[in-house]
């Protein structure tokens, strides 16, 4: 039992160690399989793993499906970002 509580106890503290930083729509590497959440310019959030990217459109996949987006209709993107010093920072904020 306690195993089960450190385990969750942990896992818990490891998801706030991750980030989204924003990025500019022509800057986005094609060759990497990152995450994104991207708000449309109707406040719409989607979330999801980068399929491919042109010039006009953007292809995320999530759980649900593949989800084209317009270039014209984004407002803002980020890239998910894992922070090594948050971690580190939980880790040890959490033995003291």
């Known amino acids: 039992?306690?195993?089960?509580?450190?385990?969750?106890?942990?896992?818990?503290?490891?998801?706030?160690?991750?980030?989204?930083?924003?990025?500019?729509?022509?800057?986005?590497?094609?060759?990497?399989?990152?995450?994104?959440?991207?708000?449309?310019?109707?406040?719409?959030n989607i979330?999801?793993?980068?399929?491919?990217k042109n010039e006009k459109t953007m292809i995320l996949e999530n759980k649900e499906?593949?989800?084209t987006i317009p270039e014209s209709e984004i407002y803002e993107v980020k890239v998910r970002k894992f922070s090594l010093?948050?971690?580190?920072g939980l880790v040890v904020g959490s033995v003291i």
């Open 47 to 52: 979330k999801g793993r980068l399929v491919s």
């Open 85 to 88: 010093l948050k971690s580190t």
């Open 1 to 44: 039992m306690e195993k089960l509580f450190f385990l969750l106890s942990f896992s818990i503290l490891l998801q706030g160690c991750i980030s989204y930083k924003a990025i500019d729509y022509n800057n986005i590497e094609i060759g990497k399989k990152q995450k994104f959440e991207v708000l449309k310019l109707d406040k719409t």
């Open 65 to 67: 499906r593949l989800q």
